[in-house]
C-alpha cells in the first residue's frame, strides 16, 4: 500500500495538544515524509478551525480542510479507530511528537 496523505482531525489541532507541536508534526509529515497534510473538520466549523489555526500560526503545511464525509485513503490521527491506518493520540505534545511521527513513517513505508 502506498499512502500519500496524512489526515489529523481538527479537534487535534487546539488545546490540550500544543500549538508548536502540531505545527512541528505538520511540517515533519509534508516535508520530510513528503505527505499531503489534510485537517478534518465538520463544514459547519471550518471557518472556526481557519481562523483559530491562522491566529496561532498553525496554517503553513496544511494543504486542505476535509469533511468526514469525504472518502480519502490515508494515514490518519484521530482520538478513536474507525479507519484502518489509524494513530491514537488524545493531544500533540512534546511528550508524544516523536512517537506519532515515528508511526506516521512507519505506516507510510508499509
Not at 498553525?58 to 480519502?72: H, Q
Not at 490515508?74 to 482520538?79: E, H, M, N, S, V
Request: no cysteine; glycine share 2%; proline share 4%.
Amino acid at each position: 500500500m502506498y499512502v500519500n496523505t496524512l489526515i489529523v482531525i481538527a479537534p487535534l489541532s487546539d488545546y490540550p495538544s500544543e500549538t508548536l507541536m502540531f505545527r512541528y508534526l505538520t511540517l515533519v509529515s509534508k516535508e520530510n515524509l513528503e505527505l499531503n497534510v489534510l485537517l478534518e473538520v465538520e463544514q459547519y466549523f471550518k471557518d472556526k478551525y481557519y481562523k483559530l489555526l491562522l491566529n496561532k500560526g498553525a496554517l503553513d503545511y496544511i494543504e486542505e480542510f476535509v469533511t468526514p464525509e469525504e472518502k480519502v485513503e490515508a494515514i490518519r490521527l484521530d482520538k478513536e479507530i474507525n479507519f484502518p491506518y489509524t494513530i491514537i493520540a488524545k493531544g500533540i505534545n512534546w511528550q508524544n511528537v516523536r512517537n506519532l511521527t515515528g508511526q506516521i513513517r512507519f505506516l507510510k513505508n508499509i
